[in-house]
C-alpha cells in the first residue's frame, strides 16, 4: 500500500466524524432555537434564491451521503 492511499483513510474517518460532530451541533441549536428557513418552509425558492444558509445545507448534502454509503437510507433522507 502505497503512502496516498494508507493516508487516505484516516483523512476520510477524521473527515466523517468532524462532520458528524458537526451536524450534530447545528441540529441541537436549530432544535433549541426553534429555527426555520422561511425559504425552505414555504417552498418559495426558486432557481434564482440564493440561499443565505447554502453552505450549512451543503454541509448537510454531504453528510446524508455520508449515511447512505453506509446505507442508512432512512437516516440520510430525514437530512
Do not use: C, I
Not at 493516508?7 to 476520510?12: D, K, R, V
Not at 477524521?14 to 460532530?21: D, K, P
Not at 450549512?56 to 432512512?74: G, H, M, N
Request: proline share 1%; hydrophobic share 40%.
Amino acid at each position: 500500500m502505497n503512502d496516498e492511499t494508507a493516508e487516505a483513510g484516516p483523512y476520510y474517518s477524521a473527515h466523517a466524524h468532524a462532520l458528524q460532530s458537526f451536524v450534530e451541533k447545528v441540529t441541537v441549536f436549530k432544535a433549541a432555537t426553534n429555527y426555520k428557513d422561511d425559504v425552505l418552509t414555504t417552498n418559495a425558492a426558486s432557481d434564482s434564491d440564493t440561499f443565505k444558509l447554502g453552505v450549512l445545507y451543503d454541509r448537510y448534502f454531504e453528510y446524508a451521503e455520508l449515511l447512505s454509503t453506509q446505507w442508512l437510507v432512512k437516516e440520510a433522507v430525514s437530512f
